[in-house]
T-cell receptor, first 113, second 111 residues
Framework: NAGVMQNPRHLVRRRGQEARLRCSPM?????VYWYRQLPEEGLKFMVY????????ESGMPKERFSAEFPKEGPSILRIQQVVRGDSAAYFC???????????FGDGTRLSIL | TQLLEQSPQFLSIQEGENLTVYCNSS?????LQWYRQEPGEGPVLLVT?????EVKKLKRLTFQFGDARKDSSLHITAAQPGDTGLYLC???????????FGTGTRLQVFP
């Protein structure tokens, strides 16, 4: 499968724990985007990264959320001290360049107990 | 704040009917994507339109980008139950590569 791979598909955390979401882009893609989809709402942009660089993090909450895309390995979206309001589907997309269409993974569904 | 409004929000039709979904904004976009999303899955790219006035056909689906690059439409001819899903438009702006997603149109086609 050469598509965007996200894991885990489902993640359950208790309030106060940390959540780590991983995204491997399509082969040959070096641009990664993270979006969040709250229940009954549309997808909202969070952050845009290229290898080792954050290009646009205008959609990221200022606290508890961070993202990285290291030289080797997948992109990671990290949420510290999770709260109930963090429950959502988190989608990753990748593209070959910034202006090319974005292709999405099947998401990670995060549930906070 | 850039917004993309989609209409209708919900649409239930019989197999064989035609339908049009609209995506409107007051903002200008460099390109516009249409995606379809099934429950529990990620959005799947259907088409990208780039040029104002552009029309693209994908089998029974016809996509149009408005002349002013602010709006788009998706027309489905002779809808089939397999067309059921959530249709999302998403615009890319000139000064950033992030996508602004529409509010979505949930289509149900009954046999």
């Amino acid at each position: 499968n050469a598509g965007v791979m996200q894991n885990p598909r489902h993640l359950v955390r208790r309030r106060g724990q940390e959540a780590r979401l991983r995204c491997s882009p399509m082969k040959g893609h070096s641009h990664v985007y993270w979006y969040r989809q709250l229940p009954e709402e549309g997808l909202k942009f969070m952050v845009y990264l290229q290898k080792e660089n954050i290009i646009d993090e205008s959609g990221m909450p200022k606290e508890r959320f961070s993202a990285e895309f290291p030289k080797e390995g997948p992109s990671i979206l990290r949420i510290q001290q999770v709260v109930r309001g963090d429950s959502a589907a988190y989608f990753c997309a990748s593209s070959g360049t910034g202006s090319q269409p974005q292709h999405f993974g099947d998401g990670t569904r995060l549930s906070i107990l | 704040t850039q917004l993309l409004e989609q209409s209708p929000q919900f649409l239930s039709i019989q197999e064989g009917e035609n339908l049009t979904v609209y995506c409107n904004s007051s903002s200008v976009f460099s390109s516009l994507q249409w995606y379809r999303q099934e429950p529990g899955e990620g959005p799947v790219l259907l088409v990208t339109v780039v040029t104002g006035g552009e029309v693209k056909k994908l089998k029974r689906l016809t996509f149009q980008f408005g002349d002013a690059r602010k709006d788009s439409s998706l027309h489905i001819t002779a809808a089939q139950p397999g067309d059921t899903g959530l249709y999302l438009c998403a615009g890319a702006t000139y000064n950033t590569d992030k996508l602004i997603f529409g509010t979505g149109t949930r289509l149900q086609v009954f046999p």
